[in-house]
């Protein structure tokens, strides 16, 4: 593998043929990237999970010095379970100028970009530094962001801007919403189902804390700003899943809810949470108790990732604009680990990446080939600014 070069295609073919879903280890395309640097001379350090089956990556092109640029991509991908799939999702398909594959948008094409173009990087002997950071479990709460972000905080220059790959059509986006992800668990009391008086059915509570949701979702809706640049223009909830009861004819013991909401990067990413479960202990909790004693409701956070403001990134947005060739900056509802970075780094922060969110998680989810060619004009760019004194 020493100094391989390949192109961006070919980068991204072998990126996308590592199952990386996020119930999988990523090790097996971690160890890949490394040993493609170490072969080039680049050195790289893991910043691994609590029981090393995955692992952050993180490395520098360049000379170890402050004022460089941090390119960050997750490695993870969405299931493909349940989708139809019209091509093969773990091998990259051309048609019609649309690279077909899991990943190819959401996002593994922006670090197969820069991994290929690294004899470019490499060639032009660069007076500031570029810093590769490949994170783990991003699809899923953003978990290995905050460990990555944190031992680059403490062990690489500090850099002038970051970078967030995901994908925006290699425009410029500064802000984004935060998400908070609970899960809440009711325990009631099983009965026959004729015997209501003497059970405690923890769907139906659960039915009802769902109603409550729906509930704040509708007030915060009223009382959004007409002039956001969100859409929507307020916090907004979703219960991904609902599990529990055993048989028809017995009162459910127990029901799992998973839920959590987006909000604005001007509120407090924990105080709906807060208020959520503040509902549940003083008025839910009650009524279950009172129907039995022995019914409770636990409530854990899943994962947390902050919203991403649009303050203090302006040095980033002008480097990614100029990079980019996009003239204006927006916000996404989405959530990406931007906030993680700006928040640790203390560096500004842009999105921008190839591809369409649109075919995000989708069944055959492709970028178009103009993508590919448009960031890697932008590489080049960034490349002759870092070869600048």
Request: proline residues 5%; contains cysteine; glycine residues 8%.
């Amino acid at each position: 593998m020493a100094g391989e070069t390949v192109d961006s295609v070919e980068m991204l073919r072998r990126l996308v043929a590592f199952d990386t879903t996020s119930r999988n280890s990523n090790l097996a395309l971690i160890e890949y990237v490394q040993g493609y640097l170490k072969g080039h001379g680049v050195d790289s350090k893991l910043v691994p999970n609590e029981d090393g089956s995955k692992a952050n990556l993180f490395a520098t092109v360049g000379p170890k010095v402050a004022g460089g640029v941090v390119l960050s991509g997750h490695t993870d991908v969405v299931p493909v379970d349940g989708q139809p799939w019209v091509t093969d999702p773990w091998t990259l398909t051309l048609k019609d100028g649309k690279y077909h594959g899991r990943g190819t948008c959401d996002m593994k094409a922006f670090s197969a970009i820069g991994l290929a173009m690294l004899p470019e990087f490499l060639k032009a002997k660069l007076k500031k530094p570029v810093h590769f950071a490949l994170s783990y479990d991003e699809e899923v709460g953003c978990f290995g962001a905050h460990s990555l972000a944190a031992r680059m905080a403490a062990e690489v220059p500090k850099p002038r801007a970051v970078i967030i790959g995901e994908p925006t059509m290699m425009t410029v986006v500064h802000a984004h919403k935060g998400t908070q992800i609970y899960i809440t668990k009711f325990t009631g009391f099983e009965a026959h189902s004729s015997m209501t008086h003497l059970g405690v059915s923890a769907i139906h509570f659960a039915a009802e804390f769902v109603h409550y949701l729906n509930q704040v979702q509708e007030e915060l809706e009223a009382a959004a700003p007409k002039n956001s640049e969100f859409m929507p223009a307020a916090a907004t909830f979703n219960v991904g899943t609902i599990v529990g009861g055993t048989a028809g004819n017995i009162l459910a013991r127990e029901c799992e809810v998973l839920w959590g909401y987006r909000e604005l990067p001007t509120q407090p990413i924990e105080e709906l949470g807060e208020r959520a479960q503040k509902w549940l202990k003083e008025y839910l909790l009650p009524k279950m108790k009172a129907k039995h004693p022995a019914a409770t409701i636990e409530t854990v956070l899943r994962s947390s990732t902050p919203a991403f403001s649009a303050e203090g990134n302006d040095e980033a947005k002008a480097l990614a604009a100029r990079w980019s060739g996009s003239n204006t900056a927006g916000s996404v509802v989405y959530a990406t680990e931007a906030g993680i970075f700006r928040k640790t780094l203390g560096v500004p922060t842009v999105v921008c990446g190839p591809g369409d969110i649109a075919q995000a998680h989708q069944p055959n989810e492709f970028i178009l080939a103009s993508q590919i060619e448009a960031c890697e004009g932008f590489m080049r760019r960034m490349i002759e600014w870092a070869s600048q004194d």
